[in-house]
Every structure is written in structure tokens, then in C-alpha cells.
């Protein structure tokens, strides 16, 4: 079946703009994740939903970063005024249920995010 | 507070030798630990993972351990191939949240 997909590759984004990542996860998962990964490093983990429930956003870094997935599929990061600092790699996860005891987390390709 | 390091940061082996990948963590609560590989530009790919009940697996040429009193996990490689460079990156999931915490990679690097 399909795996995770995510739009766009690619984003090229002026300082101050507003971007959204959009994440499709593979079908019937039921957590999401983001992570951001900067060059060289580990994903660092951003936030996660539980069907359409965001139930974790700790990892967000600041106000700009906003989340969602309002019918428990699709979901969608946005930034808002981009900075600099903010340019990575946006990685999507998504996993059957932790309740089920699936834990077993797959990616997309993720967006690699240029802010100029 | 939420940690898993990783060592080393690079490692380079001959090909048709073992390479060995460490990692330590904080929550002695843990009970999921996954081992990704990533290749350059790529998405990380799930390539081992252990349970806090399992003190071993193994998967043809790859096998992980886990000590939980200790609170390690290592990840073997034997019979290094080319392909098997890549980064390859440990994590442990928190089970206070539902995150899953990574480590800072290892970049490997299989010398012909």
C-alpha cells in the first residue's frame, strides 16, 4: 500500500511568510507526528495527534508553529513569519495505534523548508 | 529530563567487519526502542526494534540488545556492506508522553 506522503518536497520561503507543510499519512494510522530535523542532527520531535486530537504539542518551538488534522487523516503544519532559524526538514510519521500496542513509527519523505 | 545519546558520531569499517552503534537513555520507564537508518536526502527507515522485554534480537545481519538496568541498547552490524552506509540513528519512546526521543546519529561508512 502507500506509504506516508508529504507536499510539498520543496519550499522556498521569504522571512515573514507563512508556509503549510501537509502531511497524508498511510491509511487506517491512527497517531501522527512532526518532527524537525535540522542538518546533521536527529528529528526532534514537534507534536502528535491521536486521531483528530493534538494530544502532545510540547515540542513546538514557539507561537508560529501551529498544528493540525481536523478529520484524523490529512494534516497540516503551518508556520507563520517565517525566521531563518527555522529552515529543516519537516518529517511526517504516522503508526497504527499506540494503544494497540503498535508503536512502530514510518515516515515520509519529508519537506525540506529554505527560508531566505 | 527526555534524552538518548548516541556514540559514536561517525564510524568507519572495513567492509566484511562488524560495526557497533551504542546508545543510553534517561526514562527507566521506556519500554520501545527503534533503530532507523537514513539515507542522504532520504526518509529514516525502520530497520530493527526492541521491546523493554526482549534483552535480544536479531534480524539476519543486524541484531540490537538492550540492558535495561544499565539503560543501554546497541545495534550490531556484521558482514558490512556498501550499502549499509548511511546514518543511522537510535530512539526511545517515552512512555510519559507519546514521543519518541532520537539520538544524534551515527554516520557510518563501509571501506571497500
Known amino acids: 500500500g502507500a506509504g506516508v506522503s508529504q507536499s510539498p518536497r520543496y519550499k522556498v520561503a521569504k522571512r515573514g511568510q507563512d508556509v503549510a507543510l501537509r502531511c497524508d499519512p498511510i491509511s487506517g494510522h491512527v497517531s501522527l507526528f512532526w518532527y524537525q530535523q535540522a542538518l546533521g542532527q536527529g528529528p526532534e520531535f514537534l507534536t502528535y495527534?491521536?486521531?483528530?486530537?493534538?494530544?502532545?504539542k510540547s515540542g513546538l518551538p514557539s507561537d508560529r508553529f501551529f498544528a493540525e488534522r481536523p478529520e484524523g487523516s490529512v494534516s497540516t503544519l503551518k508556520i507563520q513569519r517565517t525566521q531563518q532559524e527555522d529552515s529543516a526538514v519537516y518529517l511526517c510519521?504516522?503508526?497504527?495505534?499506540?494503544?494497540?500496542?503498535?508503536?512502530?513509527?514510518?515516515f515520509g519523505p519529508g519537506t525540506r523548508l529554505t527560508v531566505t | 529530563g527526555e534524552n538518548v545519546e548516541q556514540h559514536p558520531s561517525t564510524l568507519s569499517v572495513q567492509e566484511g567487519d562488524s560495526a557497533v552503534i551504542k546508545c543510553t537513555y534517561s526514562?527507566?520507564?521506556?519500554?520501545?526502542f527503534p533503530w532507523y537508518k537514513q539515507e542522504l536526502g532520504k526518509r529514516p527507515q525502520l530497520i530493527i526494534d526492541i521491546r523493554s522485554n526482549v534483552g535480544e534480537k536479531k534480524d539476519q545481519r543486524i541484531a540490537v540488545t538492550l540492558n535495561k538496568t544499565a539503560k543501554h541498547f546497541s545495534l550490531h552490524i556484521t558482514e558490512t556492506q556498501p550499502e549499509d552506509s548511511a546514518v543511522y540513528f537510535c530512539?526511545?519512546?517515552?512512555?510519559?508522553?507519546?514521543?519518541?526521543?532520537f539520538g544524534s546519529g551515527t554516520r557510518l561508512s563501509i571501506r571497500p
Open positions: 530512539a526511545a519512546l517515552y512512555s510519559s508522553a507519546s514521543k519518541i526521543i
Open positions: 526514562d527507566s520507564a521506556s519500554n520501545y
Open positions: 510519521a504516522s503508526s497504527l495505534a499506540r494503544l494497540a500496542g503498535s508503536y512502530e513509527q514510518y
Open positions: 495527534f491521536q486521531n483528530e486530537a493534538q494530544l502532545d
